[in-house]
């Protein structure tokens, strides 16, 4: 399905590092269905250069990494009934989101 993405007002491509450096923040919302290998979250049209960094804090005992060549935000979760060393795992295919990441925050830097 796909996200809902609300941005900051007032900060949208500000550049407030300098040398061109511009950053974007907002909230994303994830729906009751989640794809396989992520949810597009484009920024390149604040960013047509290159996106720096996409930061994505962890909420609900979820942590998000950012798939800079696909364009996608993707979800992991813990998977303690793998074993004690076990890694993250991402999260299955039509998973509702929801409720439990509603309003995920974001940051992002780019040129």
């Known amino acids: 399905m796909a996200?809902?993405?609300?941005?900051?007002?007032g900060n949208?491509?500000?550049?407030?590092?300098?040398?061109?450096?511009?950053?974007?923040?907002g909230t994303i919302a994830f729906d009751s269905s989640y794809d396989s290998g992520g949810e597009a979250l484009d920024l390149s049209y604040f960013f047509p250069t290159k996106?720096?960094?996409?930061?994505?804090?962890?909420?609900?005992?979820?942590?998000?990494?950012y798939d800079y060549?696909?364009?996608?935000?993707?979800v992991?979760?813990?998977?303690?009934?793998?074993?004690?060393?076990?890694p993250l795992i991402?999260?299955?295919?039509a998973t509702n989101l929801a409720t439990a990441l509603?309003?995920?925050?974001?940051l992002a830097f780019g040129k």
């Not at 996106?51 to 990494?65: D, K, L, M």
């Not at 991402?90 to 295919?93: H, L």
Request: one cysteine or more; aromatic letters at 12%; hydrophobic letters at 50%.
């Open 3 to 9: 996200l809902t993405v609300v941005y900051d007002p």
């Open 12 to 25: 949208s491509v500000v550049d407030k590092c300098g040398l061109g450096v511009k950053m974007i923040s």
């Open 51 to 65: 996106v720096f960094i996409v930061i994505i804090p962890s909420v609900a005992g979820y942590v998000f990494q």
């Open 69 to 74: 060549t696909n364009k996608k935000v993707l």
């Open 76 to 86: 992991f979760w813990h998977d303690y009934n793998g074993g004690a060393d076990a």
């Open 90 to 93: 991402e999260v299955t295919a």
């Open 102 to 106: 509603a309003d995920v925050r974001f």
